[in-house]
């Protein structure tokens, strides 16, 4: 996705990964997330990109190679080995390589709320409860801030149509 | 036949984490730009649901919820002010984003 040299094509490969990711959302067993992931990322996040991609016809002519390009390309590199190698060594020290770590069962109609951790589960309803319970200011404060972009990309697109009349 | 456990989906995770941030310092086009950066919140996402599924602890779940929150509203924002930076100065290439220096 990141190679591709055209934003439609890098598009479609985005889509791709996030349908796979999606199908591991599965594997884990968090099916909420994985159609919460089909319907937010490849339903309406995707298409606003390709929409946006046809409206504003950015060639495959991409960007020249520069100086600083090369110079963020190898702190990047250095920045994300340095990442692998601690990963490394904390997987290596917790001792989950090859199966060390197993999955847990899931308990089935256990109870939602264990002391002050919920408890994980695959249904939908220990998922509103933990949301409405635990999680009810983020909750609220993540709908006032979907209120303030949709009210922020109003203002912006207004404004341009203004300044061509 | 090695079983799948929480790390292999945790070292997928961090290749997702690596492939969005090289996207994010590489690439010039700013459309790539945000796709890239998606793609680091997807892998944070991944990380995320392994180690609820591995404590059985649905808070990472939860936070995986918000993170899709932010992360669409995010979208919205850059996308429309990608369009009204296009209808100024056409063109999507962050070299051209340069109003301040000159």
Not at chain 1, 23 to 31: D, G, N, R
Not at chain 2, 66 to 88: D, H, N, P, Q, R
Request: hydrophobic letters at 55%; charged letters at 10%; one cysteine or more.
């Amino acid at each position: 996705m990141v190679c591709s040299k055209h934003p439609v094509s890098a598009a479609m490969f985005m889509i791709i990964s996030l349908v796979g990711v999606a199908s591991l959302f599965v594997l884990l067993e968090a099916f909420f997330l994985a159609v919460l992931q089909i319907l937010v990322y490849a339903g309406a996040v995707m298409v606003l990109f390709l929409f946006i991609i046809m409206l504003v016809d950015v060639g495959p002519n991409a960007g020249k190679s520069s100086k600083m390009k090369l110079i963020s390309g190898l702190a990047g590199a250095f920045l994300i080995s340095l990442l692998i190698v601690s990963f490394l060594i904390i997987v290596q020290s917790s001792g989950w390589i090859g199966g060390g770590a197993n999955w847990s069962p899931i308990i089935e109609g256990a109870e939602p709320v264990i002391g002050d951790n919920l408890s994980f589960s695959t249904s939908v309803k220990s998922f509103g409860y933990g949301l409405m319970t635990k999680y009810m200011l983020p909750l609220q404060i993540s709908g006032f801030l979907l209120l303030a972009a949709m009210v922020g990309v109003i203002v912006l697109s207004k404004k341009e149509e203004q300044n061509t009349n | 036949m090695e079983t799948i456990s929480p790390s292999h989906y945790l070292f997928l995770a961090l290749c997702l984490f690596s492939i969005g941030f090289f996207g994010v310092l590489l690439r010039r086009n700013i459309l790539l730009l945000l796709m890239s950066l998606e793609l680091m919140l997807n892998g944070i996402n991944l990380a995320l649901v392994t180690f609820s599924r591995t404590s059985l602890n649905l808070d990472g779940s939860i936070f995986v919820f918000f993170i899709m929150t932010v992360a669409a509203a995010e979208v919205a924002v850059g996308l429309a002010l990608l369009v009204a930076l296009y209808k100024k100065r056409q063109s999507v290439f962050s070299e051209d984003m340069n109003l301040v220096s000159n």
